[in-house]
């Protein structure tokens, strides 16, 4: 079992010349939402990946430039631009992975739940698009807030009658990257080398790395745990307050989604050990969906890892029982949401 598997596969792209990406290349991904902060430089490393064989830009508007300009380099996938509603269908047609970053970002004193209002409709439309043209392919939801999204994401796969909950994501990765830096960082460690797994949602207490499950083993006081964890929790917001009105986290967000994509890429290319922490349709706790480690094979989710919440240290258990009323209540807001 192996949980670098994201960061070696980001680390083998650097070490292998463009030339060497030779078409092993045949998933097709759609980004909803490419022409925005995140949806570009995702695009951008979606194009960097030797498994893709078509790359399909879907946003409202602004789409065809940054397709043209991406369409350049020479790497194995062909780019091709959809512009507005009348193009979604033509963009999801016999695609393998859709990543969904489309809607707004939050500004200075905003929470992720205030985004809810505008971001609950656009996943919604967007989803019930995924529905009716690729009701197979791996979902992959970046739009905030991902506690209530993911949910009604389910909710109208289910209405439509193809919801498959193995292959519904809401994408955390950007939590791990996080974690695994300020902790690589605090203790003075090799940064690839280690691993942190994050739990529970995204957004502020939601957000739960359990520090003691950290690879490599490693001893933390009471002060680094508070310290980090409560910085991992706000990393979000460090990004939205440096960033002063103009945006939330865009390149690390691109960093933490291209990862995941790349891990599901390489679980549908036939890869066994893939490992990747993901906000799911889970029976881990007692909450309808919850973050956790997956194993992620051919079919979308194989496995959920339930020994990490085994063994939690008190502080962990604690920060668990105070983080289900907020994630509940968010899940139960998208459920009514898509059902209203
Ligand atoms: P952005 O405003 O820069 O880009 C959003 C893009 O979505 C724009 O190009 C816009 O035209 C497009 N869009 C809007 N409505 C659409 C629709 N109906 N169909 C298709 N495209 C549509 O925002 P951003 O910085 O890229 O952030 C996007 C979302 O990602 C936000 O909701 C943000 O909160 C979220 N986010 C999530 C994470 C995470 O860890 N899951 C991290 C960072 C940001
Ligand atoms: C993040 O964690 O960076 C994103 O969820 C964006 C935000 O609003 O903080």
Not at 158 to 166: A, E, F, I, S, T
Request: hydrophobic letters at 40%; charged letters at 20%.
């Amino acid at each position: 079992e192996s949980s670098f598997s994201g960061n070696d596969s980001v680390a083998a792209l650097d070490q292998r010349s463009l030339a060497d990406l030779q078409p092993h290349a045949s998933y097709k991904v759609a980004v909803l939402g490419a022409g925005g902060g995140i949806g570009q430089p995702l695009s951008l490393l979606i194009k960097l990946s030797p498994l893709v064989s078509a790359l399909h830009l879907y946003d409202i508007a602004n789409v065809k430039g940054v397709a043209a300009d991406l369409s350049h380099c020479n790497t194995p996938s062909e780019v091709l631009a959809f512009t507005g509603a009348s193009e979604l269908a033509g963009a999801l047609k016999g695609v393998n992975v859709v990543v969904i970053p489309a809607g707004v970002p939050r500004k200075p004193g905003m929470t992720r739940d205030d985004l809810f209002n505008i971001n609950a409709g656009i996943v919604k439309n967007l989803v019930e698009a995924v529905a009716d043209n690729c009701p197979d392919a791996f979902i992959q939801i970046i739009s905030n807030p991902v506690n209530s999204t993911v949910p009604i994401a389910a909710e109208v796969l289910k209405k439509k009658g193809v919801y498959d909950p193995k292959k519904l994501f809401g994408v955390t990765t950007l939590d791990v990257v996080r974690a695994n830096t300020f902790v690589a960082r605090k203790k003075n460690l090799k940064l690839t080398d280690v691993d942190v797994p994050v739990i529970g949602g995204h957004a502020g207490i939601t957000i739960l790395p359990l520090l003691s499950k950290t690879k490599p083993s490693i001893s933390f006081t009471d002060e680094e745990i508070e310290e980090l964890t409560v910085r991992i929790q706000n990393g979000g917001t460090e990004v939205v307050e440096a960033k002063a009105g103009a945006g939330s986290a865009t390149l690390s967000m691109a960093y933490g989604a291209a990862r995941f994509v790349e891990s599901s890429l390489r679980a549908l290319d036939g890869d066994s050990h893939v490992y990747e922490c993901t906000f799911i349709q889970s029976e881990l706790t007692e909450l309808p969906f919850f973050a956790s480690r997956v194993k992620i094979g051919r079919n979308g989710i194989e496995e959920v890892v339930s020994k990490d919440l085994q063994g939690l240290t008190a502080y962990e258990e604690k920060a668990l029982e105070a983080l289900k009323p907020e994630l509940k209540a968010s899940i139960e807001k998208g459920i009514s949401f898509a059902n209203k």
